[in-house]
């Protein structure tokens, strides 16, 4: 969605954009940034697979002088701050456990899957939901935690095994986001084990379709089209007029069946 409405607004305003995919390794990130320097790009729109990584090749961009923003994460240890655009993660995070605290007044058990190591994203929807568990008490333990690194292929198999490890089924998977959700799904409907509430994060179509029909509880919405055009705006101005460019944190928003017309994506659920 964030590529389609990038294109969309460089359209709009007048620009020439390249997308290159990181394929989530910041190796590749750091040569492609290497590349839009000998280029001669007038801006860069980054969204880090890891928060430190990068920040040598990031610096490099603030040496060339080449405005630069990240969307979606953020970076961390370059030379100087580099403005960010994207949804509050902590907050995101923490909404969520607000959820289970909400519907399981005597205490929930819960499974965490977590993104990819050093993400951003990961790493702060992870403080928002170990920190609002632990505020609510310890009848809200985490049973189990593992990365499944976004993916629901990875899910499936890290729910499969937790399931076979606990003693009894879990009362909530909060999954990062909606992958691992679709993936812990398919490993509880294999196990029989349909009354585990699932949470997943970005309120995809497929995700809003899943908590129409009440087989997943909620999404978090992070307005990908908001981040993007934000971040496009900021950097075309600072090339264009050398404008000053800021951070912006956009509010997530907790999207169950009350709440679906409150989903960016609704449209495309069907």
Known sequence: VMRRELMKAAEGLGVVVSVLDGQANSAKQAADLETAIVQGVDGVILAPTDVRALAPAVDRVLDAGIPIVTVDRRIEGARAPVPHVGADNVAG?????????ASHPQGARVVLLTGQPGS?????????????LAAAGSAYGIVAEQSANWSRDQALTVTQNV????????????A??????FGALEALKTAGEPRVAVLGFDATPEALKRIRSGEMAL???????????????????AARTGTAMSSVSIDPVVITRDTLDQAERISEAG
Not at 120 to 131: C, E, F, L, P, Y
Not at 219 to 231: D, K
């Open 93 to 101: 995070g923490r909404r969520m456990a607000d959820w289970i605290v």
């Open 120 to 132: 951003s994203s990961a790493i702060d929807r992870t403080r928002g939901a170990k920190d609002a």
């Open 163 to 174: 399931l076979t490890g606990l003693p009894t089924p879990p009362d909530v998977i909060l």
């Open 176 to 181: 990062e986001n909606d992958d691992m959700a």
């Open 219 to 237: 999404s978090v919405e992070q307005s990908p089209s908001r981040q993007i055009n934000a971040a496009l705006t900021q950097v075309v101005a």
